[in-house]
């Protein structure tokens, strides 16, 4: 599999080009790129085995060995980074788990996964691909199983203090524009056996130790918060984009951190697909954005790739209106499906979600450019305004 080129007369049968995205062309004085900012994430991309509750993985890539090894790891990064390449996207994301093993102990794990980091730096250097955001993995071991932050065992709030320190380095060293906290199991299952007021207050304080270790090693980088309503936990502390701005301006957190919106999470809370990215940007907290969707006649989070035009649309009428996302950006925390077990389906997925992308963010430059819409409503306030005084 080659480049994938802008190819704008491309026929039905081509599925290995841009129709659409074409990143130097400009759209309201920027280039396409720069509105975009798009990344790649490897958790869903490079980890993902077609795996679910239901049955076990589908999909083989050929640079896997079948291994939880430091050398697979290497193996299977050095491909995702000539992915990128040839998808020609600008950045990548991860958890810090899903780019190498957990050892024995933290100091092994710690190991692995500085071995990583130094080849991760030099492909970075070697591609130009840079680092959106890098988060860390609190909620897939068992250590976990009651929180990490909000965890009944101050031991393991304690690992997982351990845990952000070293990804918060790691994030340093890769030049991160972003860190972000996605509460996995930061929530509850039943209020008969939960203090939720000592969990908010634990996961407050877990953020004010992260605020004061990201300024003493000079880190610069956006913290992010990612609201999610449900799944794994019957409710998650985080439940949508209101709730986290809430928690934050009570414990007067509004300076330090804004909120990395998943659509597919938006509407796992009984929300439209773009109102959480809609009411963060109008209290200027909308930081990033995991470009992806769900289906709304299912009840969880399949992270499919957002291919509505309409909903790309009014997502990037919001980030024009706001001035832009950076240093955020629109990254495909999407998977393919269990059934796409062909190698060029991952450069097709992610190719035709950039092109939707596209004409969402060329749509919604007409929108605001034409400013009929705009028009319509002030006709339609003011023809309201005037019937209710008569």
Avoid at 21 to 36: H, P
Avoid at 62 to 73: F, I
Avoid at 121 to 137: I, M, R
Avoid at 274 to 301: C, K, Q, R
Wanted: net charge negative; charged share 25%.
């Amino acid at each position: 599999i080659s480049a994938i080129p802008h190819k704008t007369d491309a026929g039905p049968d081509e599925t290995l080009v841009f129709r659409h995205y074409d990143a130097q062309q400009e759209v309201l004085g920027r280039t396409m790129e720069d509105w975009l900012r798009f990344s790649v994430c490897y958790w869903h991309t490079f980890r993902g085995t077609g795996s679910d509750p239901f049955g076990s993985g589908t999909i083989k890539r050929p640079w896997e060995d079948g291994t939880d090894s430091v050398d697979n790891a290497k193996r299977r990064l050095r491909a995702a980074f000539e992915f990128y390449s040839k998808l020609g996207n600008r950045y990548w994301t991860f958890h810090d788990r899903d780019l190498a093993p957990e050892g024995a102990n933290l100091a092994e794990t710690n190991n692995n996964l500085d071995q990583l980091v130094e080849l991760a730096a030099e492909l970075q250097k070697k591609t130009g691909v840079k680092l959106l955001w890098a988060t860390c993995n609190l909620f897939n071991h068992p250590r976990y199983m009651h929180g990490a932050a909000t965890s009944c065992d101050a031991h393991v709030t304690a690992y997982a203090g351990a845990q952000v320190k070293k990804g918060l380095e790691i994030a340093h060293r890769l030049g991160a524009e972003n860190f972000v906290f996605w509460g996995g199991r930061e929530g509850y299952q039943s209020l008969l056996n939960t203090d939720p007021k000592a969990d908010l207050d634990h996961l407050a304080a877990f953020y004010r130790m992260v605020v004061a270790y990201k300024e003493k090693i000079g880190f610069k980088g956006q913290l992010l918060i990612e609201p999610k309503a449900k799944e794994p936990t019957r409710h998650q502390y985080d439940y949508d984009a209101q709730t986290v701005m809430a928690f934050l301006h009570q414990y007067g957190l509004t300076q330090h951190f804004k909120i990395n919106v998943e659509p597919n999470h938006t509407t796992l809370a009984g929300h439209p697909y773009e109102h959480d990215v809609i009411f963060a940007s109008m209290y200027g907290m909308l930081g990033s954005i995991d470009a992806n969707t769900g289906s709304p006649d299912l009840g969880w989070d399949t992270d499919q790739f957002p291919m509505d035009v309409r909903n790309c649309t009014v997502i990037m009428k919001a980030v024009i209106e706001q001035g832009g996302i950076a240093p955020g950006g629109l990254n495909f925390d999407a998977k393919v499906r269990r059934e796409s077990t062909e190698l060029k389906d991952m450069f097709i997925a992610h190719a035709a979600a950039m092109d939707t992308f596209a004409r969402g963010l060329k749509n919604a430059a007409s929108i605001i450019t034409e400013g009929v819409m705009r028009k319509s409503l002030l006709v339609n306030i003011f023809t309201s305004v005037t019937q209710c005084f008569v």
